[in-house]
């Protein structure tokens, strides 16, 4: 897979694997499975709250039911 950046980005790219002394690609990927990690549990949220079916608990029934 290639990838093209814009010259900022690349830039900043390069400093930050220079400072870390890791190479790019393990930066680009350790930054991805971040990003999609998070939007994975975003899309779950999404879905949940437009599920009419997913029952809302209050702060106080979370607090009641862990004790």
């Given at each position: 897979m290639s990838v093209r950046l814009p010259e900022e980005l690349?830039?900043?790219l390069d400093r930050l694997a220079k400072s870390l002394?890791?190479?790019?690609t393990y930066i680009i990927t350790?930054?991805?499975d971040e990003y999609l990690?998070?939007?994975e549990d975003y899309l779950i949220a999404v879905n949940r709250l437009n599920d009419k079916d997913?029952?809302?608990?209050s702060r106080?029934?979370?607090?009641?039911?862990?004790g």
């Open positions: 690349s830039k900043k002394d890791r190479s790019k350790r930054a991805l990690e998070e939007y997913d029952r809302v608990v106080r029934e979370l607090t009641d039911h862990l």
